[in-house]
Structures are given as C-alpha cells and as structure tokens.
T-cell receptor, first 108, second 121 residues
Framework: RKEVEQDPGPFNVPEGATVAFNCTYS??????FFWYRQDCRKEPKLLMS???SGNEDGRFTAQLNRASQYISLLIRDSKLSDSATYLC?????????FGAGTRLTVKP | GAVVSQHPSWVICKSGTSVKIECRSL??????MFWYRQFPKQSLMLMAT?????????EQGVEKDKFLINHASLTLSTLTVTSAHPEDSSFYIC?????????????????FGNGTRLTVT
C-alpha cells in the first residue's frame, strides 16, 4: 500500500460545479497535512494546510478524518483557473510524503 | 510569505558534464531542504533530504555519488548532477520548510523553489 494515495482523476467538471477530492494515508502517526496545487510545468504551490477541526478558505474547504486516515478538499463554484493538479501532502516528523496528485479540468 | 529561490530555471548541457543547482531560502532559515525530481506527467519523487551541516539522506534508488548535495548554511542547499546523461533530463525542484509553530515543529508547510528544467543532450 502506498503511503499517500489519491484518485488520479482526471476530474472534468463544468464551471460552477462543486468537486471533492480525497486522499488516504497509511501512517496513523502522521502529524500534519496540506493541499498543494501544481500547474503544468510549474512548482507546487501551497493551497492550504488541513487542520483537525476542518478549515475553509474562500471556495476551498479542507477536512481531516484521523479515524479513517483521510483528508479531503472541496472546491465550490469551480473556476476555469482552478484547473490544475492537486497534491495532498502528509507529514510525519520531518518526512513529507506526496500523493501522486489528482488532475482537475474545469470547462466553460 | 516564505520565499525559496532556485537557480537556474533551466539548463541545457552536454552528456558527461556536471550541473549545479542552487536552492536558497530568502527570508527564513531552513535546517532541512528537500530535493525532488519530476518526469513529464508523473508525480514528484523525493530524491533526498538535505540537513544543514550534515550528510544528506537519499531515497532508495537515488545514487548519492551522482547527485551530490551540499547544505552548507541555513539558507543554501545545492544539488550537483555529475556526469549527466540524457536520462537525467527532468524537472528538479527543491523545497524548504521554516520553523513550525506551537507544540509541533513540523506543522509548517513546504515552500518550493520554481524548479530547474534540465535537458542533457
């Protein structure tokens, strides 16, 4: 089993749609969690940290379920500019592990 | 926000030559930096973890004599691809994390350099 697993997609959604991604992790001792987005041929950029109580940043909502060992990202009112690959990152001590990413394409 | 600068952004070199890539944290101290490689349409692959003042820790399958990492200060790590070959052509990205907050030193996110696109001819 991979340490961090994501549905690779692709997710193709129309503008305005709501889309959700899940990411599972194998090590229950993992300490911190993040979502990054990566545009084609660019470096990953931090989208948001994921807190135990769940957190929201505008159209983006992240949640953590420690019991089931997954994190989620919800994007509401999708924009064309949301098209990217979304990476979940799980940290244990100083070891950051990336999921393979989920590809999202938002279409007009 | 935290800024990580990576240089050069792209490089083309001949087979057999060596290429050095620099990664600098501009506004924070990074005791640990990470080096990744990404092939087209594939996910990031961690190559090594670079610790200031000590030897880097390499991931399984990454040749430490080929990919030399030096982390001489809290703001600079370098990756040297020695005797480069066409199969080393890839997108190399560094990242660094600053100090954490609160009870955990590990709750700070990674900040990435803008990557180096290496083409070996």
């Amino acid at each position: 089993r991979k340490e961090v697993e994501q549905d690779p997609g692709p997710f193709n959604v129309p503008e305005g749609a709501t889309v959700a991604f899940n990411c599972t992790y194998s090590n229950s001792a993992s300490q911190s969690f993040f979502w990054y987005r990566q545009d084609c041929r660019k470096e990953p950029k931090l989208l948001m940290s994921v807190y135990s109580s769940g957190n929201e940043d505008g159209r983006f909502t992240a949640q953590l379920n420690r019991a089931s060992q997954y994190i989620s990202l919800l994007i509401r009112d999708s924009k064309l500019s949301d098209s990217a690959t979304y990476l979940c990152v799980v940290n244990l001590n100083n070891d950051m592990r990336f999921g393979a990413g989920t590809r999202l394409t938002v279409k007009p | 926000g935290a800024v990580v600068s990576q240089h050069p952004s792209w490089v083309i070199c001949k087979s057999g030559t060596s290429v050095k890539i620099e990664c600098r944290s501009l506004d924070f101290q990074a005791t640990t930096m990470f080096w990744y490689r990404q092939f087209p349409k594939q996910s990031l692959m961690l190559m090594a973890t670079s610790n200031e003042g000590s030897k880097a820790t390499y991931e399984q399958g990454v040749e430490k004599d080929k990919f030399l990492i030096n982390h001489a200060s809290l703001t600079l790590s370098t990756l040297t691809v020695t005797s480069a070959h066409p199969e080393d052509s890839s997108f190399y990205i560094c990242s660094a994390r600053g100090l954490g907050t609160g009870a955990s030193p590990y709750n700070s996110p990674l900040h990435f350099g803008n990557g180096t696109r290496l083409t070996v001819t």
